[in-house]
């Protein structure tokens, strides 16, 4: 790790103080309770929510691969744990994870982690560029980056949320990084988290707490269409309208990047 300062409490290295820790709005306190069980949000998240978990069989195949020995960090991993080994990085101190931090200051030293996991993260920062740039520099040469991004979503604060990118956008964005390959995770997910914010602002009628249930009841109802997108992602086009992407990523050499 770097030369920053630390406290190490109840389990957990804290590199941001507790008053840099932010809660919860309150449109999103449903979502900071469920996290603390994370069984019960793995199941959310891949059953019930309107998103495609194309992640839950990408990181099925990446835990076959890792290997005794590597460094992998996960940033901005809630309280999900990808496996045992792997450490766990987040601005909220939920029991799974093992660093308290902000993702633009990673406290790891240039060039010494081996895999690194970012999924539904950069929409919740305010400089991507510097959270990518940390990512860029702590990675090893050669060493892979596995980064999803949203793009065809409704706000979700988690505790805030403030972009969302393009495919190009975010090949602009890690452009400093060697691109594997790039996964959209398809255009009914995307629909369908649309259309259940619409019908429950339609028929909550002007009342906010109706709106949040019927948005939850209508997102429960329609999830299973995302489904549909084990074949349409694959389609043309359905990346215009997909609900985020997964970019697979390598860290080049300095040479190939003054080359570039």
Request: glycine share 6%; with cysteine.
């Amino acid at each position: 790790m770097c030369d920053r300062r630390w406290v190490l409490t109840k389990g957990k290295w804290w590199f941001a103080g507790e008053d840099r820790v932010v809660t919860y709005e309150a449109t999103d306190s449903w979502k900071s309770v469920v996290k603390n069980y994370p069984r019960v949000y793995a199941f959310a998240s891949n059953v019930l929510s309107p998103v495609y978990p194309h992640w839950f069989l990408e990181a099925r195949r990446l835990r076959r691969r890792l290997s005794d020995g590597d460094l992998v960090i996960d940033v901005g991993s809630g309280n999900q744990r990808l496996g045992e080994s792997v450490v766990n990085v987040d601005l909220m101190p939920y029991p799974n994870v093992d660093v308290v931090t902000e993702a633009d200051q990673l406290p790891f030293a240039d060039e010494s982690v081996d895999v690194l996991i970012s999924i539904a993260m950069i929409e919740h920062v305010l400089d991507p560029a510097a959270v990518l740039s940390e990512c860029h520099r702590v990675l090893k040469v050669g060493a892979t980056a596995y980064i999803y991004v949203p793009f065809i979503q409704g706000f979700h604060a988690a505790p805030h949320d403030y972009q969302r990118l393009t495919r190009p956008g975010l090949l602009h964005a890690l452009r400093h990084f060697d691109i594997e390959r790039t996964e959209n995770f398809g255009p009914t997910s995307g629909l369908i988290w649309i259309l259940a914010e619409w019908l429950s602002i339609v028929l909550s009628f002007g009342f906010s707490h109706v709106q949040r249930i019927l948005a939850l009841i209508f997102t429960v109802i329609l999830s299973p269409l995302k489904f549909i997108d084990v074949i349409l992602r694959h389609f043309p086009g359905a990346e215009n309208i997909s609900t985020g992407f997964l970019v697979v990523a390598r860290k080049p050499s300095p040479m190939a990047e003054d080359c570039a």
